[in-house]
């Protein structure tokens, strides 16, 4: 078998425009490319099997983005989104109990009538066929592994990943060369904490002057329930139990079609407990007395867990570099208090190319889109941040209680008035650098699951139907081997064992009574690519890399 250094040439396709990411902001920016240039020639490389298959949202989607691009889409007999909210709740949940509080008190951003419950998994296959039919072409299941640069250090495209070499590097006989993509210019629609994103942002120094990414993390199941217990269009937020008052985060229940429930649980990733599992979490949610009885008789059909954007304003990059930009949850697009990015992601991608055009028009190709990057902060986009800019830090700096309540102070004020008695507050720490060392807290401890309405990893990841080529890489790459049990595991507890949904990271003793002999395991098949790991460790030793495409979740409607 031959080295990988024989690998022979690759063979590549020119292109107008290349995108990365089948995702809403990448389909829109397509889409909006062939709007307004039938004659572009636009490529769009998805890493999961099918498009859609590793989306997975809330999801109460704001359709503000869809009239924009579409302004057609709701007389669409396929359309993806068919129920809309007919009732909007928000509660503060304790141990036993919970308190409404009233929708009069609530900025009116946070209103979510006028807005619909589905599933963004297919709000993407919609618009992948939408973006099909006038001329795109789309190659799901292959990842964008490699970015290309000229001479200068302008971007010129990708190249998508080799198939076939085994975990030991070595070429096998199902051994496939990646293809090179080449763009005149080329868009990053890679979701949040993107591979090649993270790569682009630190060559170009994108993040320069901006305050630190922040992060949560999204865990969700789709049930379905009994129809006595099923209200469609219903929304229904909460926060507080079973999270600390330091720790933020929330929780939802959204009542969609054909007795449908998503239920879901958001942690921000600043959390500090370092024996806290957001997973354990919100199986313990699920058991609160006010979700328990609607969930009670149904069936679980699907789980998954994604990292979510929520620096806002303040954190966002550079949008735009040599030969390319970025775009939706690649950019960190989402609007944290209305847990939306939806419509966020689809002005962006439609805003990307309006600018390429414009560039293209002009005979330019490989330069820098400054134009978008100078219009971002006055678009829908930039206002849509702009007004909540505030919420996430004083939430961090004032705890669930009294930033939830400061935070909304804040938001009406900032949408009567356009500014904020706090001015534009700073994020502080990086999310990976909040942890506390496990002997300065108190640990928590998690109820067993009852295999009813609370499950285990393991069953989870089951029926996220994620699946790897065993026999390939490992994407999940330590800088130092030895940091986990070495410097982790004495000062966290490593807590990649509990921070990851999926069960991928555990410490196996030779002894485990005595506790002897650790040793750190990647479990890399159960990834489900939520990209925690790679934002929380507090070494910042795991490097998330693209594994094989088609790899991964292939999410069911999520």
């Known amino acids: 078998m031959a080295e990988p250094m024989d690998l022979p040439e690759r063979e590549g396709m020119d292109y107008d425009v290349v995108i990365v990411g089948a995702g809403p902001a990448g389909l829109a920016a397509a889409i909006r490319l062939k709007q307004l240039d039938e004659n572009l020639t636009v490529v769009v490389v998805e890493k999961g099997s099918e498009v859609g298959a590793h989306i997975l949202s809330g999801a109460v989607i704001d359709p503000a983005g869809l009239d924009a691009l579409l302004p057609d889409w709701r007389e669409d007999p396929d359309r993806p989104l068919k129920q809309e909210v007919t009732d909007d709740r928000f509660y503060f949940l304790g141990p036993a109990g919970s308190l409404r509080l009233p929708n009069f008190g609530m900025p009116k951003l946070m209103n979510n009538h006028g807005n619909f419950i589905g599933s ?97 993390i999204g865990l969700k199941e789709i049930w379905q329930v009994k129809p006595e217990n099923h209200k469609p269009g219903l929304v229904q937020h909460s926060f507080g139990w079973p999270l600390d008052m330091k720790t933020g985060g929330g929780s939802f229940l959204y009542h969609a079609e054909d007795n449908l429930v998503y239920v879901g649980f958001v942690v921000h990733l600043n959390y500090e407990n370092p024996t806290l599992s957001p997973f354990d979490e919100f199986q313990r949610f699920k058991q609160h007395p006010m979700v328990r009885p609607v969930l009670e008789g149904g069936k679980r059909l699907s789980y998954g867990a994604r990292a979510i954007t929520e620096g806002g304003w303040q954190s966002v990059p550079k949008l735009a570099f040599p030969g390319g930009a970025l775009v939706g949850c690649a950019a960190g697009l989402v609007n944290v208090p209305r847990i939306k990015g939806s419509h966020n992601a689809v002005h ?211």
């Not at 199902?174 to 994103?197: C, D, I, S, V």
Request: neutral net charge; aromatic residues 10%; glycine residues 12%.
């Open 348 to 558: 962006s991608g439609m805003l990307a190319a309006e600018h390429l055009v414009e560039a293209l028009k002009a005979g330019r190709a490989h330069d820098e889109l400054a134009s978008y990057e100078a219009s971002w902060r006055s678009s829908a986009v930039g206002k849509d941040l702009w007004t909540v800019r505030n919420v996430k830090p004083l939430w961090a700096k004032f705890g669930t209680i009294g930033g939830v309540v400061l935070g909304g102070v804040d938001m009406w004020i900032n949408s009567i008035f356009g500014a904020s008695p706090f001015g534009t507050m700073k994020h502080g720490k990086a999310d990976f650098e909040t942890l506390k060392p496990i002997d300065q807290v108190k640990p928590i401890v998690y109820p067993k699951p009852d295999g009813v309405i609370s499950f285990d990893k393991l069953s989870s990841v089951f029926i996220s139907n994620t699946n790897h080529e065993e026999d390939q890489p490992v994407h999940l790459q330590l800088k130092d081997p030895s940091v986990p049990i070495r410097e982790n595991l004495p000062k966290y507890g490593e807590p990649a064992r509990l921070y990851c949904p999926a069960g991928v990271y555990e410490v196996v003793y030779a002894n485990p009574e005595a506790k002897t002999d650790p040793k750190f395991v990647i479990n890399a098949q159960n990834c489900v690519h939520c990209k925690t790991c790679d934002i929380k460790d507090p070494a910042q030793n795991i490097n998330w890399v693209t594994p094989e495409g088609g790899g991964g979740p292939n999410y069911p409607g999520m």
């Open 120 to 216: 963004l998994g297919n709000v993407a296959k919609w618009l992948g066929a939408r973006a099909e039919a006038l001329g795109v072409e789309i190659y799901p299941g292959f990842a964008a592994a490699e970015v290309l640069f000229d001479e200068q250090g302008a971007v010129t495209g990708i190249a998508t990943g080799d198939m076939g070499i085994d975990r030991n590097g070595e070429i096998t006989d199902r051994f496939t060369r990646g293809m090179e993509l080449r763009g005149k210019y080329t868009l990053f629609a890679e979701g949040a904490r993107g591979h090649l994103t993270k790569q682009l942002i630190k060559r170009f120094k994108l993040d320069e002057g901006r305050e630190p990414g922040k992060y949560g």
